[in-house]
């Protein structure tokens, strides 16, 4: 298992996490089997916006021994007390569903406290007047809340909140299709979503993924909108190369799909490759570097991808990837110009123009 560095928290997190909307399925037993098989295989960073009220009996059978080596999202608007998952924003109603969900995890503490789906700004208005949000920072001031984080599938509104709170972690819903406006959640534009991901990396705000499979559509040629279907890898190895994003949290109910979740750790880089999908890719999006180093490598030796990266952070205003990009011993300056990337790129980027661009904009 890798790691990322949450670089306002200095958490250690595993690039691969765990969501659990279906860890209950498979019962008790065998739930709480699952959840040991990924803490012994490196996951550390579990989400508990589950699918019932099930799966918190599960976490304590199978982590509770190991609780302070691990991370819990736990969401404050995500309600259990009915036993089904429920969206509430009664300030009293989520008082007690954290203080059950607490009880039932058989812990005092939490690791990340969630602002939970804020996908209208009439959404955020009702927390804050209703009091939830008092009661979240309350919670951390007392330290049962360790850190702040916020959940979102629309960009619009996570500007919105990220102007009025010092979140540490962002909870988005990231893949191919909806950054190119595909599938139920596609929210925002293709700029506007970059721009989320590039604010949370300028400003030191994790990302942890939701939807990475979009529902399972990418894994099947017949409902991907790329007519071809991505592995699990690929998908999880395109949220890993966006801005800010430190762990993906796929699905699993069982010990199987745990170990096949792990073995993207052993994958060549062939087999993460997923640029495929650039001859899908709209009009609107052609031309756009997504980090992916479909084109290395490079005779210079270029690491292109980082050169992009941290050329678009900075141009955002991230004056950390400008320090990091005038550390690099091989950078645009060193480009050839022979065109090599230029031919192998699958999303259409004069990368050969890109990198003299790079290198005056650093001097």
């Known amino acids: ?96 569903s954290v203080e059950w969900q607490l009880e039932t995890l058989k812990t005092d503490y939490i690791d990340y406290g969630f602002i939970h789906c804020q996908d209208e700004s009439s959404d955020w208005e009702t927390y804050r007047k209703n009091g939830v949000y008092d009661l979240l920072v309350g919670m951390k001031e007392s330290g049962v809340v360790r850190h702040i984080g916020l959940s979102s599938h629309t960009p619009s509104v996570i500007m919105e909140i990220l102007d009025d709170v010092p979140a540490d972690m962002l909870m988005f819903s990231v893949n191919p299709a909806y950054d190119w406006q595909t599938g139920e959640y596609a929210r925002g534009e293709a700029d506007e979503r970059e721009a989320v991901y590039r604010r949370c990396e300028r400003d030191g705000i994790g990302i942890s993924v939701m939807k990475p499979f979009s529902g399972g559509q990418l894994l099947d040629a017949k409902t991907s909108p ?104 091989i950078n645009a300056s060193d480009c050839l110009g022979c065109g090599h990337c230029d031919a192998r790129c699958p999303f259409g980027v004069e990368q050969s123009a890109r990198m003299s661009e790079i290198s005056g904009y650093f001097g």
């Open 226 to 329: 790329f007519k071809a279907a991505m592995t699990e890898y690929q998908c999880i190895r395109y949220c890993l190369d966006k801005p800010g994003v430190l762990t993906v949290l796929p699905g699993a109910s069982d010990i199987g799909e745990i170990r096949r979740l792990l073995a993207y750790c052993d994958k060549s880089e062939e087999e993460l490759d997923y640029s495929f999908i650039g001859s899908f890719v709209p009009s609107g999006s052609a031309g756009r570097c997504v980090y992916c180093n479909h084109c290395s490598p490079c005779p210079a030796g270029i690491d292109i991808g980082l050169v992009n990266k941290y050329y678009d952070l900075a141009l955002s205003g991230d004056a950390l990837a400008a320090e990091h990009y005038r550390t690099l011993e």
């Open 1 to 96: 298992m890798r790691y990322r560095i949450n670089r306002k928290t200095g958490d250690r997190i595993s690039e691969i996490g765990l969501g659990t909307a279906y860890i209950y399925k498979a019962g008790t037993e065998e739930g709480a089997k699952a959840l040991r098989a990924a803490y012994d295989g490196g996951i550390n960073y579990f989400d508990l916006a589950a699918g019932g009220s099930q799966a918190f009996p599960i976490f304590r059978e199978g982590l509770g021994d190991v609780r302070q080596n691990v991370m819990y999202q736990i969401h404050f608007g995500a309600d259990y007390l009915s036993g089904e998952y429920g969206w509430t924003l009664d300030a009293d109603r989520i008082k007690r």
